[in-house]
């Protein structure tokens, strides 16, 4: 079955929505340039009424992109539709995206809507839509577990009322991929005007079954596929778009996608290091196992011939790349170049002021990296208003530990001092002292990430601010500073966005 797949990236939306995931909207702009560059066609950038922050970060990507269309998450209500064609207004490509739930769950004990009220606002939500934006896409939330002949009713009626797209979502990873072809294949033959819309899935992982789901309703005839770059999003996360891509292109070459799969090691490298979340190593296409070969008997036919053992080639997802990695030793044209590669114009006295500071950090840390040269951007655009560390100190003994910090926030110097179970508890908890915020480590990993006895230890960390989960990521050749940066990477989105918790 030849086509054209669309690809709809939602990793800055429902991707965002993974527990800890939170991005600044400076690296919401990075990550949608590489997606973009990626040749993904559609860029859900946000859900624009959920917060300013949100409707802030959709207006920057909508101004910045020239070719992929960017499309902001509403539900059928006249106040999010709003939001989302304001937010929207500057996209040269631009998709108003509504939705409701279609399943008696959801109606009766989530909206406490009758059918009738449910058609009526996804009617009403499309119609009012299409005033602001020819491109419509309508979901029927929770469509896997709804009445088959309702969703008939509803996605003719959108669709009449002017939704050019219709998405049918698996809401809760409920569904097994014959089920999902099946269900595709109904509603293409049962709506009457369904060849006036494209169909489209966007399918939850809860079984493990996002990907190949998805897939089953490719095959059954659905042109658009709803995916994360490395299957982030609620709970278990969405289909991945990677494991979509190179399915695609490995099984059914017939069926296009426009992405440049070269790019798909770096954006996930991306995205893993802004967001927090560790890529697991067996992850299928960008894990750090997908192309290594550990038993001899596979090494040995690798080496004769690459196809015994290998699907496609590392090269093919740009495994071989090599990257720009900065340092005490890169001087201005490196720095230059990098800002160039996150889609940054940086030049003349503003380059100068910001190597300065760019000087000054890699003195600090051997390895300097996109997540601090986003920062040293974001203090530039004085979007920064978080808590900067000037100084600590840390006494152990085997009775216990006293940390001292010393923070900078707003031009404000802030000291504070606790007493902890170890030296990383005591300076972190100093933390807390300064900045009132109180989070509790659900996850703290230290590795080395470079060799010697003055190795660099990366610190990845989660911490829970109240309902807030929050991911945070540094390194220094001193854990004790790496454990107090990444703290305060995760501390300080709350402190950006202005969250209470
Ligand atoms: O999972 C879901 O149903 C969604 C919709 C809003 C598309 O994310
Ligand atoms: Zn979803």
Not at 214 to 236: D, F, I, K, P, Y
Not at 320 to 349: I, M, P, Y
């Amino acid at each position: 079955m030849p086509g054209k797949i669309i690809i709809f990236d939602t990793t800055l939306r429902d991707g965002e929505q993974s527990p800890g995931a939170s991005l600044s909207s400076a690296q919401k702009l990075i990550i949608a340039r590489e997606l973009e560059k990626m040749k993904v066609d559609v860029i859900e950038a946000g859900f624009a009424i959920s917060s300013p922050d949100d409707y802030k970060s959709i207006q920057d990507i909508s101004s910045a992109l020239k070719d992929t269309t960017v499309c902001s998450l509403s539900r059928a209500v006249e106040k999010d539709i709003a939001a989302s064609a304001g937010a929207l207004a500057a996209a040269r490509h631009k998709r108003i995206h509504t939705f409701i739930a279609t399943s008696p769950v959801h109606m009766k004990y989530k909206l406490r809507m009758s059918k009738d009220e449910v058609v009526s606002n996804a009617v009403g939500a499309v119609k009012l839509a299409r005033g602001y934006c020819d491109e419509v896409e309508f979901s029927c939330e929770d469509a896997t577990r709804s009445d088959k002949k309702f969703l008939c009713e509803i996605i003719e009626k959108v669709i009449s009322a002017g939704a050019g797209i219709i998405n049918i979502p698996d809401t809760v990873g409920y569904s097994y991929p014959e089920e999902m072809g099946e269900l595709i294949s109904y509603l293409l033959t049962n709506v009457k005007n369904s060849h006036k819309a494209v169909f489209s899935v966007h399918c939850h992982n809860d079984l493990g079954l996002g990907t190949a789901n998805s897939l089953a309703a490719v095959l059954a005839g659905a042109r658009q596929v709803e995916c994360t770059v490395n299957g982030l999003g609620e709970r278990a996360g969405n289909a991945s778009l990677e494991e979509i891509v190179m399915a695609l292109k490995v099984r059914f070459p017939k069926i296009k996608t426009g992405v440049d799969t070269h790019a798909i090691a770096r954006v996930s490298g991306m995205v893993s290091h802004m967001t927090g979340i560790v890529v697991q190593p067996n992850k299928a296409i960008v894990g750090a196992n997908a192309f290594s070969h550990e038993a001899g008997i596979h090494q040995d036919g690798v080496l004769k011939k690459a196809q015994t053992y290998e699907i496609m080639k590392p090269e093919d997802v740009g495994i071989s790349g090599s990257q720009l990695v900065l340092g005490k030793h890169s001087g201005r044209a490196a720095l230059a170049k990098k800002f160039k590669d996150l889609g940054f114009q940086v030049a003349g006295d503003k380059l100068d002021a910001i190597f300065a500071e760019f000087k000054k950090l890699a003195d600090k840390k051997k390895k300097v990296y996109d997540e601090d040269i986003i920062a040293l951007i974001e203090k530039d655009m004085g979007r920064r208003d978080g808590f900067e560390l000037k100084n600590f100190e840390v006494h152990t003994t085997p009775s216990g530990s006293k940390g001292k910090v010393t923070l900078k926030k707003a031009g404000k110097i802030f000291k504070g001092e606790a007493a902890g179970d170890g030296p990383v508890d005591s300076v972190l908890k100093a933390v807390e002292a300064v900045s009132g915020r109180k989070g509790v480590l659900t996850d703290y990993q230290v590795k080395s990430i470079t060799v010697g006895k003055d190795a660099q230890g990366e610190v990845r960390l989660r911490a829970a601010f109240g309902k807030k989960v929050l991911a945070g990521v540094s390194s220094s050749t001193d854990i004790i500073e790496a454990s107090i940066l990444a703290y305060l990477s995760a501390l300080n989105k709350l402190e950006l966005r202005n969250i209470k918790t």
